[in-house]
T-cell receptor, first 113, second 110 residues
Framework: NAGVTQTPKFQVLKTGQSMTLQCAQD?????MSWYRQDPGMGLRLIHY???????DQGEVPNGYNVSRSTTEDFPLRLLSAAPSQTSVYFC????????????FGSGTRLTVV | QQQVKQSPQSLIVQKGGISIINCAYE??????FPWYQQFPGKGPALLIA?????SEKKEGRFTISFNKSAKQFSLHIMDSQPGDSATYFC?????????FGAGTTVTVRA
């Protein structure tokens, strides 16, 4: 049972490049989300999904796109990377609404130069 | 602005001592308050959680105290061990969304 799997673990991008961060979960969880972690700021919600075909914006959505075509996968796309997007990105999933603990992947460390 | 304020930013405790981390929130709609533990290079992992109708929850050496009227909650780590050295995040949840505190780095000296 792999839980939440994120790829890649590390990535360096040049300003303006695009890329997709992959996230997959094998727990049949309805809810999936993306967070970014920056020093002194905790984790901030970027986008989330309550099920296949349903996504919504979180606290810091600008510069990121998501889609949810299957229950298992929730990729995060950076269309035109900026240095301000240098961060550690975490994908999480949980199985029910409200009061359900999120399970996190091991993260992707992204550097934009 | 952060919806959950966490303090201190860091703390150092001797082995066997007590670590205390405090959090405060404003949104009374929050209905679930988890604490996460994160080791370097890893994702956050659930440590312990509480609902607002309970004033205290204990799991092993970890205890959450919750004060609904003051909109504050805290994590107590009893008999701190070197293996507890990590970053701890408090969080508050409304529906699916988690709002995190800024984190506290705990260092336990042997």
């Amino acid at each position: 049972n792999a839980g939440v799997t994120q790829t890649p673990k590390f990535q360096v991008l040049k300003t303006g490049q695009s890329m997709t961060l992959q996230c997959a979960q094998d727990m049949n969880h309805e809810y999936m989300s993306w967070y970014r972690q920056d020093p002194g700021m905790g984790l901030r919600l970027i986008h989330y999904s309550v099920g296949a075909g349903i996504t919504d914006q979180g606290e810091v959505p600008n510069g990121y796109n998501v889609s949810r075509s299957t229950t298992e996968d929730f990729p995060l796309r950076l269309l035109s990377a900026a240095p301000s997007q240098t961060s550690v990105y975490f994908c999480a999933s949980s199985y029910s609404k409200g009061g359900s603990s999120a399970f996190f992947g091991s993260g992707t460390r992204l550097t934009v130069v | 602005q952060q919806q959950v304020k966490q303090s201190p930013q860091s703390l150092i405790v001797q082995k066997g001592g007590i670590s205390i981390i405090n959090c405060a929130y404003e949104n009374t709609a929050f209905d679930y308050f988890p604490w996460y533990q994160q080791f370097p290079g890893k994702g956050p992992a659930l440590l312990i959680a509480i609902r607002p109708d309970v004033s205290e929850k204990k799991e092993g050496r970890f205890t959450i105290s919750f004060n609904k009227s003051a909109k504050q909650f805290s994590l107590h780590i009893m008999d701190s061990q070197p293996g507890d050295s990590a970053t701890y995040f408090c969080a508050a949840s409304k529906s699916y969304k988690l709002s995190f505190g800024a984190g506290t780095t705990v260092t336990v000296r042997a």
